[in-house]
C-alpha cells in the first residue's frame, strides 16, 4: 500500500532526534506510520504506529515517551515499585497482624496461667497429705480427767441411753444422708503437745457445711464431751475418736452418730495455731471481765488484760482464750472456738497477696487433710466464692438440751440424737 511523502513521519528521523513534533502537527486520518517487524517466515511486515498526541514528547531514555504535564489538581498516580527480583513487595495484610496480635496475648496469657499454677502448687505442696492407712487404731488411751474418778449415774439410766446409742447407729447405717450440692469438711484442731510422740485428742471439732446450691456456710461445733458410740470401740466421748484411731475414726464415729456424710477432713494442732494468729496481726475479740483472768494466766508472755472490752488478740491470747473450759462449761468454750475461727475468715479474705503469701507459709506445714492436691486446687480456685457465703452458727447439744451424767467416771453430756440429727440436717441440706 503506497502513502504519500509529505503525510509519512520516517520513524528513522525520530529515532536520530527528531523527538519534537511541531504544534501544528496533527493526526493524520486514514494515513498511519508503520514500522516494519519481522514475521514468522523471516519478512518484514508493516506494523501500524499510533501517532502522539499534540504536547506529547519522546523520552531520551529508552525510547520511551514521557508523560504528558499533569493539570492543576491532578494527583500523580504512584505504582509500587519492584524489589530486586522485580517483583512487588507484599506487606502483612490486616488480617495476618491480628492473628499475630492474637497469638502473642495467648501466648502471654499461658505464661502468667502457668505462673499462677506453680505458686498455687508450691503452697499445696506445704500441706501434709494423709491415707486413712496412716494412722493406726490403739486398744486404748489415757484417760482426759487424768486421775479425777466420779460417781456414776444411776445403772439403769446409763443402760438406757446406750441401748440408745445402739439403735441410731442402726438407723444412721441405713440412712446416711448427703448431697453433691454440699461440701462437708470436717474441723480438727488438737491438743497434742507433741504430735510425733503423741496423738492427743481432738480439741475443737467444727463441721464446715458448703451448700453450693443456696450459697451458704454452716459451721456446727460439735462438744468434745459429748457421749457416743464409736465404732469397734464402744461407748466414749466423742474427742476420744480421734485419741483411739485420728481423724478417720473420729469421721467415722460422727458419720454413725450424727447420720451425715463428711467428705473431708482438715487438721491443725492448737499449739501451731498461735503462729498462724500472729501471722495476720491477731484477731479482734471482745472478752469480759470474767475471760481476763484466763487469758492473763494461760499468756504469760503476752501485755496483761485490765479489764473487759475488745481487744486485737495475739496468738498466745487467742489460743488461751479459744481453750477456756470453766466459764460456760463447753459450751462457751465452742462459741469461743467459733468466734476466732470467723475472725480469721475475715481477716484472711481481706488480706493483700503478700499478706496471704506468709499467712499460708505458716499455717500450711501444721496442716494434714484427706483431701489430694487436685481438689485442694479447685478449692482454693474457689475459696473466694466461698468466703463470701454468709455463714451461720449452732452447736451440738445446744444450751439446755442434753443431760449432765458421769459414765465410767467421767463427766459426758447425753443428747436426744433424734432431735439433733434432724435439725443437722434440716441446717445443713434444707
Do not use: C
Amino acid at each position: 500500500m503506497d502513502y504519500k511523502d509529505d503525510d509519512i513521519i520516517n520513524i528513522n528521523q525520530q529515532e536520530a532526534g527528531d523527538d519534537d513534533i511541531t504544534e501544528h502537527e496533527d493526526y493524520v486520518s486514514d494515513e498511519i506510520r508503520h514500522e516494519r517487524r519481522q514475521t514468522s517466515n523471516g519478512e518484514r511486515a508493516d506494523r501500524p504506529v499510533r501517532k502522539r498526541p499534540q504536547g506529547e514528547r519522546r523520552s531520551e531514555h529508552n525510547g520511551q515517551r514521557r508523560p504528558r504535564p499533569r493539570t492543576d489538581g491532578e494527583r500523580r498516580e504512584r505504582r509500587p515499585r519492584p524489589n530486586a527480583n522485580g517483583k512487588k513487595k507484599k506487606g502483612w495484610s490486616k488480617k495476618k497482624k491480628g492473628l499475630l496480635i492474637a497469638i502473642i496475648i495467648v501466648a502471654f496469657l499461658l505464661i502468667a496461667l502457668g505462673v499462677v499454677i506453680a505458686v498455687i502448687f508450691h503452697f499445696i505442696n506445704l500441706i501434709d497429705f494423709k491415707k486413712d492407712s496412716d494412722y493406726e487404731i490403739y486398744d486404748s488411751i489415757a484417760p482426759d480427767d487424768g486421775n479425777v474418778v466420779y460417781p456414776n449415774s444411776p445403772k439403769e439410766e446409763i443402760e438406757t441411753y446406750e441401748d440408745k446409742l445402739r439403735k441410731n447407729l442402726e438407723k444412721n447405717a441405713k440412712e446416711l444422708k448427703s448431697d453433691d450440692n454440699v461440701l462437708n469438711i470436717l474441723l480438727i484442731g488438737t491438743d497434742s503437745r507433741n504430735p510425733a510422740t503423741d496423738r492427743g485428742r481432738s480439741d475443737s471439732m467444727i463441721l464446715v457445711s458448703v451448700n453450693k446450691k443456696s450459697k451458704k456456710v454452716v459451721m456446727t461445733s460439735f462438744l468434745r464431751d459429748t457421749w457416743v458410740q464409736i465404732p469397734d470401740i464402744g461407748p466414749q466421748r466423742l474427742n476420744a475418736a480421734y485419741a483411739y484411731g485420728g481423724p478417720p475414726l473420729l469421721v467415722k464415729t460422727m458419720q454413725a452418730n450424727f447420720g451425715i456424710r463428711i467428705d473431708k477432713y482438715v487438721t491443725i494442732n492448737f499449739n501451731s495455731f498461735k503462729d498462724t494468729i500472729d501471722t495476720i496481726g491477731g484477731v479482734d475479740i471482745r472478752v469480759t471481765d470474767e475471760e481476763v483472768p484466763y487469758i492473763n494466766s494461760g499468756s504469760p508472755n503476752s501485755e496483761k488484760l485490765k479489764q473487759g472490752g475488745k481487744y486485737t488478740l495475739n496468738g498466745e491470747q487467742a489460743l488461751t482464750y479459744s481453750r477456756i473450759r470453766y466459764i460456760g462449761t463447753d459450751f462457751g468454750r465452742t462459741q469461743r472456738q467459733r468466734t476466732v475461727m470467723d475472725e480469721i475468715f475475715r481477716k484472711t479474705k481481706d488480706m493483700s497477696l503478700s499478706e496471704l503469701s506468709d499467712f499460708l507459709e505458716k499455717i500450711l506445714p501444721n496442716v494434714s487433710t484427706n483431701f489430694d492436691k487436685g481438689e485442694i486446687f479447685w478449692l482454693l480456685l474457689k475459696a473466694s466464692d466461698y468466703l463470701s457465703y454468709p455463714r451461720t452458727e449452732q452447736s451440738i447439744p445446744n444450751l439446755g438440751s442434753y443431760k449432765n451424767m458421769v459414765i465410767d467416771g467421767m463427766m459426758v453430756l447425753g443428747i436426744d440424737f433424734d432431735k439433733y440429727n434432724k435439725q443437722l440436717k434440716e441446717s445443713i441440706y434444707g
